[in-house]
C-alpha cells in the first residue's frame, strides 16, 4: 500500500477563485498535503517566504501581482520551490512562456483532478519519471517490463502492444483515477486536444479487461463513470 | 532648415518638380546660349568673306595711285554712313594703303604675319586701340596687278550686346516660368491627392460598428484607385474576420448552454431530496460527462478558430497522404477490429506527390472524417478509401474518397452536415453524439489548405466523402 499513502508535502495553492481554490485545498487535504492558499499575489510572496513550500500551484491571472511575477520572483531568489501553473490559457505559447519562465510544470484548466494528483506527486518526488522496475504487480498481476510479458494468477496474458502500454500505465498510477484525457495524452501521445479518441480509448479499455479481468472473479480495472479508469487492488 | 522640408506631398512634389526644372532650364540655356554665339560668330566669319570677295572688286588706285575704294555705286550717298566695315589694305611691304573711317585711323591688326591671307582667311580676333573686340579676316589680291593684303573686319560689339540682352531676358523670363510652374505641380498634384484626402477622411470613420462600409474609390485603374481597391479588400477581410469572430461567440454561447443547463437541472433535482449515496455517485458521475462534453466542445471551437488563423502563420510541412492516412487507422484500428470493419484501400492513379500543409491540422481533419466512418459503419460491413488524383482548372489534386456502409446523409443534408454544430433532423442517432464540431472543423482545415470535401449525393448506401487537396507547385521541403 505504500503508493497511496501520500507523499508528505507543503503545498502553496495560489488562486484567486475561490471556488476553485477551495476544491483544490479540500481535495489535497484529502490526499494527505499540508495545503496552503494565497488569494492575491502579495499574499503568495509572503507564503512563499514564510511556509516554504515544496510546491507552488500557480494560477497566472491573479488581481495585483500576476502569477508570472511571482514566479519570476521565486526563481530570481533561487528558493528549492517547485512550480505547477495552473491556468485556463491553454495555447502552446502561454505554455511556453510558461516554461520558459521556469516553471516545473503546466496544467490548463479544466483539468481532470486525477491528473493534477499525478503531477503533483511526480513534482514531489523530484523525479522526471518514476524509474520502471523489472517487474510491477498489483494484486495477481504480474508484468515482467523487460520481457514484456503479463501474467495473471500465474497465467500467461497475451496482450497487443497498445494493451501492454495501457496496463502499465494503470499499474503506474495503481489506485488513482486516470482520466481519458491523461490516457490520449501518455499512452496514445495526441497532442492536440481535440482529438475524438474517447471511443478508442474506451474500446481498448473493454478489450484489456476482457483479457485481465473477465476470466478471473476479482475485477481490478474499474471504470468510474464521468472520471475514468482505476486499476483498484482489491480490498483485503 | 525645416522649413525647406514641408510635410504635405504637394508642396514636395512642387518643390521637386521646380527644382529640377530650373536646372534643365539652365543646362538648356547654357547650352542655347553657346550654340547661338558659336553660330552667330559663323555667320559673320561668313559674311566678311562674301564682304571681302565684294570689296575687292570696288578697290582701284586713282590717278594718284592711292588706293581707292569705288563708292558711286550709293544711290543714296547717306547709306555709305550704315557700314560699318572695319577695313585695313596694305601692300605686301606692310604700308597702308587704305583704311576705312571706321578704323578712326587706328591699325586692324597690327603688322602682317607670314603668309598672310594666301592660303586662308586667317580668321582671328583682335583688339583695337579703343578695346573694341573684332572678328578679322585677311586675304591678298591683285589691285589692278598688284598684290594687296586687305584685312576685314566686324566689331563683336553688336553681337555681344545682343547676346547680353538675350541672357537677360532669358534671366527675366526663367523665374517667371519657374514660379509658374511650381503653382502649376502644386495645384495638380493636389488635384490629382485629392481621392487620397477624401480615403482618409472615408477611412478614418470606419469603426468596428460599420466595417461594412467601403473607401470610395474614384479611377480604380489609377495607383490611388488600387490603394483604395487594396484598403477595400482589407476591410472585407476584417469584416470576415469579425463576422467569424461574432458566429464564434454565438455558436460557443448556444453550444455551451446546454451541457451547462444538463449539469444546473442534475444538481438541481438531486439536492431537491434526500437520496441514497449511489444516487448521488450516479448524478455527479452525469455531471462530470457532461463537463467533459462541454470541454471538448470548447476545445473544438478552439481548434476552429486556430484553423481559421492558420492561413497567415502556418509552417506547413510536406508528407505523404497514404502514411498519414494510415497512421490515422492505426489509432482507430481498436474500433476496426471490435466491429470486424473491412477497410479496403484502392489506388487509382494515386499521385506521388507528397501534400504540403500542416500535418497535424491535416491530421485533425482526416481524423474526424474517417472516425465518423468508423463510427457509422454497421458490423461486419465494409469501409472502402481510394486514393486518386482529379484534375481542376489545369491542376492536378489529390482526391481521396471514404465510402461507409453506414445509414448515410439523408437527403438534402449532404452541405448542411458542415455546418457547426449541425445534428442530423433524419438520424436521431444520440450514440452517435459528438461535439457537433467535427466535420466543420474537418472542412475548414481542406479548405485552408486550398483542397475540398464533399459529401457525394448520388451514393447508394452509406455515405461517401470525397476529400481534394491540390499538390503543391512550390518547391516542397521534405519532412
Same mark, same amino acid.
Given at each position: ?17 475561490? #471556488? ?44 495585483? #501581482? ?28 502561454? #505554455? ?17 483532478? +486525477? ?40 497465467? +500467461? ?31 496514445? #501521445? ?47 | 532648415? !525645416? ?20 536646372? $534643365? ?25 562674301? &564682304? ?12 594718284? %595711285? ?17 557700314? &560699318? ?18 578704323? !578712326? ?33 585677311? *586675304?591678298?589680291?591683285?589691285?589692278? %596687278?598688284?598684290?594687296?593684303? $586687305?584685312?576685314? %573686319? ?5 553681337? *555681344? ?24 505641380? =502644386? ?24 466595417? *461594412? ?10 495607383? @490611388?484607385?488600387?490603394? /483604395? ?24 454561447? *448556444? ?42 466542445? $470548447? ?6 478558430? !486556430? ?71 454497421? &458490423? ?6 481510394? =486514393? %486518386? ?10 482526391? $481521396? ?34 461535439? /457537433? @464540431? ?35 507547385? !512550390? ?5
Amino acid at each position: 500500500m505504500n503508493t497511496t499513502s501520500p507523499i508528505s508535502g507543503r503545498i502553496l495553492v495560489v488562486e484567486d477563485d475561490r #471556488r476553485m481554490a477551495d476544491s483544490l485545498v479540500s481535495g489535497l487535504t484529502g490526499y494527505g498535503y499540508q495545503v496552503s492558499l494565497a488569494r492575491t499575489g502579495e499574499e503568495a510572496f509572503f507564503l512563499v517566504h514564510s511556509t516554504q513550500p515544496d510546491l507552488v500551484l500557480l494560477d497566472l491571472t491573479l488581481p495585483k #501581482r500576476g502569477g508570472l511575477e511571482i514566479l519570476a520572483q521565486i526563481r530570481a531568489e533561487q528558493l528549492p520551490t517547485r512550480v505547477l501553473i495552473l491556468t485556463s490559457h491553454n495555447s502552446v505559447d502561454d #505554455r511556453v512562456t510558461g516554461l520558459n519562465s521556469g516553471a516545473d510544470d503546466y496544467l490548463g484548466k479544466p483539468f481532470s483532478f +486525477p491528473e493534477l494528483l499525478a503531477r503533483v506527486a511526480s513534482l514531489l518526488r523530484r523525479l522526471p519519471a518514476p524509474p520502471r522496475s523489472a517487474s510491477l504487480q498489483i494484486a495477481d498481476i504480474h508484468i515482467d517490463t523487460k520481457a514484456h510479458l503479463v501474467s495473471r494468477s500465474g497465467t +500467461p496474458i497475451d496482450l497487443t502492444p497498445r494493451e501492454y502500454d495501457l496496463l502499465l500505465y494503470l499499474l503506474e498510477h495503481r489506485n488513482q483515477a486516470v482520466s481519458r484525457e491523461m490516457l490520449a495524452k501518455d499512452v496514445w #501521445r495526441e497532442t492536440s486536444r481535440f482529438t475524438p479518441i474517447d471511443n478508442v480509448i474506451d474500446v481498448q479499455m473493454a478489450r484489456l479487461r476482457r483479457k485481465i479481468d473477465d476470466p478471473f472473479t476479482t475485477k481490478l480495472l474499474l471504470t468510474l463513470r464521468g472520471v475514468g479508469f482505476i486499476l483498484r487492488e482489491p480490498e483485503q | 532648415m !525645416k522649413f525647406l522640408r514641408p510635410t504635405n506631398i504637394r508642396s514636395r512634389l512642387a518643390i521637386w518638380f521646380v527644382a529640377i526644372l530650373s536646372t $534643365i532650364l539652365l543646362l538648356y540655356i547654357s547650352a542655347v546660349f553657346v550654340f547661338q554665339y558659336v553660330l552667330l560668330q559663323r555667320q559673320i566669319f561668313h559674311d566678311e568673306i562674301q &564682304d571681302v570677295e565684294t570689296v575687292e572688286g570696288l578697290l582701284y588706285f586713282d590717278q594718284h %595711285g592711292s588706293l581707292q575704294l569705288e563708292q558711286g555705286y550709293h544711290t543714296h550717298q547717306q547709306s555709305r554712313l550704315l557700314e &560699318d566695315r572695319l577695313m585695313e589694305v596694305r601692300d605686301l611691304a606692310g604700308n597702308v594703303l587704305y583704311r576705312t573711317d571706321t578704323l !578712326k585711323g587706328a591699325t586692324l591688326g597690327g603688322t602682317a604675319l607670314p603668309d598672310e591671307g594666301i592660303h586662308s582667311y586667317n580668321e582671328r580676333s583682335t583688339t583695337l586701340a579703343d578695346g573694341t573686340r573684332v572678328l578679322l579676316i585677311s *586675304h591678298i589680291h591683285p589691285v589692278q %596687278g598688284k598684290p594687296v593684303l $586687305i584685312r576685314l %573686319g566686324y566689331s563683336m560689339a553688336p553681337l *555681344h550686346d545682343r547676346m547680353l540682352y538675350f541672357f537677360f531676358l532669358l534671366l527675366v523670363a526663367t523665374p517667371i516660368a519657374l514660379v509658374a510652374a511650381g503653382f502649376i505641380s =502644386y495645384s495638380v498634384s493636389r488635384r490629382a491627392l485629392r481621392p487620397l484626402v477624401s480615403m482618409a477622411s472615408r477611412a478614418e470613420q470606419i469603426t468596428a460598428s460599420n466595417l *461594412h462600409d467601403r473607401i470610395v474609390v474614384e479611377n480604380p485603374d489609377d495607383e @490611388l484607385g488600387h490603394m /483604395g481597391r487594396v484598403l477595400n479588400h482589407l476591410l472585407e477581410r476584417l469584416q470576415q474576420a469579425f463576422a467569424q469572430l461574432q458566429r464564434f461567440t454565438a455558436d460557443a454561447a *448556444h453550444e455551451l448552454r446546454t451541457p451547462l443547463a444538463s449539469i444546473r437541472s442534475t444538481g438541481e433535482l438531486t439536492l431537491q431530496h434526500d437520496r441514497p449515496n449511489a444516487s448521488y455517485r450516479e448524478a455527479i458521475s452525469g455531471m462530470l460527462e457532461e463537463t467533459t462534453r462541454l470541454n471538448q466542445t $470548447i476545445d473544438g471551437l478552439l481548434l476552429l478558430s !486556430k484553423a481559421e488563423a492558420v492561413q497567415c502563420d502556418s509552417e506547413p510541412t510536406s508528407f505523404f497522404l497514404t502514411e498519414l492516412v494510415h497512421e490515422i487507422l492505426v489509432l482507430l484500428e481498436v474500433l476496426v477490429e471490435e466491429r470486424q470493419i473491412t477497410v479496403l484501400e484502392e489506388y487509382e492513379n494515386a499521385p506521388h506527390e507528397p501534400l504540403v500543409a500542416d500535418r497535424s491540422l491535416m491530421r485533425v481533419a482526416l481524423l474526424n472524417v474517417l472516425h465518423n466512418a468508423v463510427k457509422f459503419s454497421p &458490423d461486419r460491413s465494409v469501409l472502402r478509401i481510394v =486514393y %486518386g488524383s482529379i484534375e481542376r482548372e489545369g491542376h492536378i489534386f489529390h482526391h $481521396i474518397s471514404i465510402h461507409d456502409s453506414g445509414p448515410g446523409i439523408a437527403p438534402g443534408e449532404h452541405l448542411r452536415v458542415f455546418e457547426r454544430f449541425f445534428t442530423s433532423a433524419v438520424h436521431q442517432a444520440t450514440a452517435f453524439r459528438g461535439s /457537433g @464540431l467535427g466535420l466543420s472543423i474537418a472542412r475548414l482545415i481542406i479548405d485552408r489548405n486550398g483542397g475540398r470535401i464533399n459529401f457525394e449525393e448520388n451514393v447508394v448506401n452509406g455515405a461517401k466523402c470525397c476529400i481534394e487537396l491540390p499538390i503543391s507547385t !512550390k518547391k516542397s521541403k521534405t519532412a
